[in-house]
C-alpha cells in the first residue's frame, strides 16, 4: 500500500471555480503534512503546510482529519497561474530522529480562460 | 530565484558512460537529498546526507554513487545505467534532516539513458 494516495486527475475547471483535491496517508505515524506546488517541467516547491487545525492562505485552504487520515486542499476563484501538480507530502516519524517526506503522485489541475 | 543549482540540467547517456551530476545550494543548510522522479510517479527519495554524513540511502542500485563533499555540494556519479534510470533527478536542502523543515529543490536534472 501506498503511504499517500492521491486522484491524479486531470481536474479541468474555468476560471473562478472552487476546486478541491484529496489525499490519504497509510502511516499513522505521520507527524507533519504539506502541500507542494509542481509546474510543468518545474521543480517542487512548497505551497502550505497542514495543521491540525486547519489552516489559510489567501485563496488557499488546507485540512486534516487525522482520524480518517485525510488531507484536503480547497482553491477558491481559481486563476490561470493555479494551474500546476500538487503534491501531498507527509512527514513520517520512523522511530528514530531521521524522519522522512513521502511524495503523493500529485493531482494536475488546469484551469482555463 | 532558487537557492539550490543543478547541472547539467539535461543529460543523455549512453549505458556504458559514467557522468556526474551536481548539486549546490546557497541556504546555509545543513541537509541535502537525492530524489527520484519518474513519470507517473511519486517523488522517490534515493538518499540523505546530514552534514556531510550519509543517513540514508533508499536501496538504490549501486550504479548510483552519491557524494558529499561539504554541506553545500552534493553530487551524484552515475555508471552502467539502464534505459529504465531515465527520470528526472532532484536535490533538495534543508536545515536539518528528518524534520519538518520546508526542503527547497533544485531545477532538476532530466536523464535520459540510452
Known amino acids: 500500500r501506498k503511504e499517500v494516495e492521491q486522484d491524479p486527475g486531470p481536474f479541468n475547471v474555468p476560471e473562478g471555480a472552487t476546486v478541491a483535491f484529496n489525499c490519504t496517508y497509510s502511516?499513522?505515524?505521520?507527524?507533519?503534512f504539506f502541500w507542494y506546488r509542481q509546474d510543468c517541467r518545474k521543480e517542487p516547491k512548497l505551497l502550505m503546510s497542514v495543521y491540525s487545525s486547519g489552516n489559510e492562505d489567501g485563496r488557499f485552504t488546507a485540512q486534516l482529519n487525522r482520524a480518517s487520515q485525510y488531507i484536503s486542499l480547497l482553491i477558491r476563484d481559481s486563476k490561470l497561474s493555479d494551474s500546476a501538480t500538487y503534491l501531498c507530502v507527509v512527514n513520517i516519524d520512523r522511530g528514530s530522529t531521521l524522519g522522512r517526506l513521502y511524495f503523493g503522485r500529485g493531482t494536475q489541475l488546469t484551469v482555463w480562460p | 530565484e532558487t537557492g539550490v543549482t543543478q547541472t547539467p540540467r539535461h543529460l543523455v547517456m549512453g549505458m556504458t558512460n559514467k557522468k556526474s551530476l551536481k548539486c549546490e545550494q546557497h541556504?546555509?543548510?545543513?541537509?541535502m537529498y537525492w530524489y527520484k522522479q519518474s513519470a507517473k510517479k511519486p517523488l522517490e527519495l534515493m538518499f540523505v546526507y546530514n552534514f556531510k554524513e550519509q543517513t540514508e540511502n533508499n536501496s538504490v542500485p549501486s550504479r548510483f554513487s552519491p557524494e558529499c563533499p561539504n554541506s553545500s555540494h552534493l553530487f551524484l556519479h552515475l555508471h552502467t545505467l539502464q534505459p529504465e534510470d531515465s527520470a528526472l533527478y532532484l536535490c533538495?536542502?534543508?536545515?536539518?534532516?528528518?524534520?519538518?523543515?520546508?526542503?527547497?529543490f533544485g531545477p532538476g536534472t532530466r536523464l535520459t539513458v540510452l
Open positions: 502511516n499513522s505515524a505521520s507527524q507533519s
Open positions: 533538495a536542502s534543508s536545515l536539518r534532516s528528518g524534520t519538518t523543515d520546508t526542503q527547497y
Open positions: 541556504l546555509g543548510h545543513n541537509a
